[in-house]
T-cell receptor, first 112, second 109 residues
Framework: DVKVTQSSRYLVKRTGEKVFLECVQD?????MFWYRQDPGLGLRLIYF???????EKGDIPEGYSVSREKKERFSLILESASTNQTSMYLC???????????FGPGTRLTVT | RKEVEQDPGPFNVPEGATVAFNCTYS??????FFWYRQDCRKEPKLLMS???SGNEDGRFTAQLNRASQYISLLIRDSKLSDSATYLC??????????FGKGTRLHILP
């Protein structure tokens, strides 16, 4: 059974703080993804990675960076959090392209 | 035309009824298709893949119509527990993965 875990379920940060969101998968998946989900906007892809140390920008990468030093771990970094980054952040992994994605439980981030 | 479109709903359906909804996609080169289910305040979970020949899993049937560029999901004998948001997902040939915004389904007792 695939398991994707995220470091926090709920997080409250102040404007300007640096925020780290971590995601770990235990199924040796090649691809990992970070999304944010907002009411009325659906899931939007921030960044994805198809291999260690590789990353690709998604649809809304501005204000975010990522790190993938190990295959099982994909981190999302908000260099200087802003209130418009308040959202639900979802991590996902997949075996490779054209395979289904498995999601973590999400981190609900509030920036005040 | 949006890359992936779904009727947002909500679809309010009495328990036991059959309900169907579609998802249209704009890229004719799209390669793989999925339906996900998302419960309120939870993560999306894979419901079923959609194969060219169509596929069925219990009360759920998924179909692909390449000519008209849409996929469909049919739920028979609906249960209260089927209430959720259903997301369609399309993978394009250039490996771009696109989620629809979802269709909300409410099963009424």
């Amino acid at each position: 059974d695939v398991k994707v875990t995220q470091s926090s379920r709920y997080l409250v940060k102040r404007t300007g703080e640096k925020v780290f969101l971590e995601c770990v998968q235990d199924m040796d998946h090649e691809n990992m993804f970070w999304y944010r989900q907002d009411p009325g906007l659906g899931l939007r892809l921030i960044y994805f990675s198809y291999d260690v140390k590789m990353k690709e920008k998604g649809d809304i990468p501005e204000g975010y960076s990522v790190s993938r030093e190990k295959k099982e771990r994909f981190s999302l970094i908000l260099e200087s959090a802003s209130t418009n980054q308040t959202s639900m952040y979802l991590c996902a992994s997949s075996l490779s392209n054209n395979y289904e994605q498995y999601f973590g439980p999400g981190t609900r981030l509030t920036v005040t | 035309r949006k890359e992936v479109e779904q009727d947002p709903g909500p679809f309010n359906v009495p328990e036991g009824a059959t309900v169907a909804f579609n998802c249209t996609y704009s890229n004719s080169a799209s390669q793989s298709f999925f339906w996900y289910r998302q419960d309120c305040r939870k993560e999306p979970k894979l419901l079923m893949s959609v194969y060219s020949s169509g596929n069925e899993d219990g009360r759920f049937t998924a179909q692909l119509n390449r000519a008209s560029q849409y996929i469909s999901l049919l739920i028979r004998d609906s249960k209260l527990s089927d209430s959720a948001t259903y997301l369609c997902v399309v993978n394009n040939r250039d490996d771009k993965i696109i989620f629809g915004k979802g269709t909300r389904l409410h099963i009424l007792p």
